[in-house]
């Protein structure tokens, strides 16, 4: 009978222990989340200052323990949404990056004055919104709709001896450098009687154009395009950068 009740005791002995390592593990836990949070909003409000965005972005530091990263003073990824972007003539729905080695000193960090933010690499995407691309193309008359696969489909009108003809057809998109590029292919001109291969490429002319994509933010450059229903989606990519805040 001794015997069960000295094991016993043991068993009793032990739960003070474990019961004081699962709170100092939810305790770190919890800490660490908070930690992540507030590095969060720094960043985003900082970010919103750098690159003068109209609203705060979703900021979301990643990795765990995020306490390490703190202590080491740089964090492996964050990730950075923002929406309705307009910096001079580009306009974007939405704003999507992961920042990858990630450069904040603590001091400021806990101060929340971050000057400068320096970021080892960046990729993501942005998404050109067909109403976006139509205030891109604000004064020109053409208009941007999805039409099937990767194709998108333009209108506008031509102008044939002072009669405004309304014109559409289909066209592909590249990129080309920083430039977003919008060929049309097959146009259809209403109102012109028979076809008239001459109008025809006329009106290709006047439903093609280029859009400057230089001025996107972070830094960022565009290595290819993809089109679908929601508008057209370019993959972003920048080889490293440091986001000035001094002024903010």
Avoid: C, K
């Amino acid at each position: 009978m001794r015997q069960p009740a000295r094991g016993h005791r043991r068993r009793v002995r032990r739960h003070p222990i474990i019961t004081f390592l699962v709170v100092l593990v939810v305790l770190f836990v919890v800490v660490d989340r908070v930690a992540a949070a507030v590095a969060g909003r720094v960043v985003a409000s900082r970010l919103a200052d750098a690159e003068d965005l109209s609203s705060r972005p979703d900021v979301s530091v990643r990795g765990f323990p995020l306490l390490t990263q703190v202590a080491a003073q740089e964090y492996q990824r964050i990730d950075v949404t923002a929406r309705d972007v307009r910096r001079g003539r580009i306009a974007a729905s939405r704003v999507e990056l992961h920042l990858h080695g990630v450069h904040v000193a603590t001091r400021e960090l806990l101060s929340r004055n971050v000057s400068r933010i320096p970021v080892d690499r960046a990729d993501g995407t942005v998404l050109f919104g067909y109403g976006d691309l139509d205030r891109m193309l604000a004064g020109r008359d053409v208009s941007v709709r999805y039409d099937s696969g990767d194709r998108v489909r333009v209108s506008g009108t031509l102008d044939v001896e002072g009669r405004p003809l309304p014109a559409s057809g289909t066209a592909t998109v590249r990129i080309d450098g920083d430039q977003l590029v919008v060929t049309a292919q097959s146009v259809q001109v209403s109102g012109a009687g028979v076809a008239n291969g001459a109008l025809s490429s006329l009106a290709r002319g006047r439903l093609s154009f280029r859009l400057l994509l230089a001025d996107l933010p972070f830094d960022v450059s565009v290595d290819g395009v993809d089109v679908g229903p929601d508008g057209v989606l370019a993959r972003v990519t920048s080889p490293g950068f440091v986001i000035d805040v001094s002024g903010g």
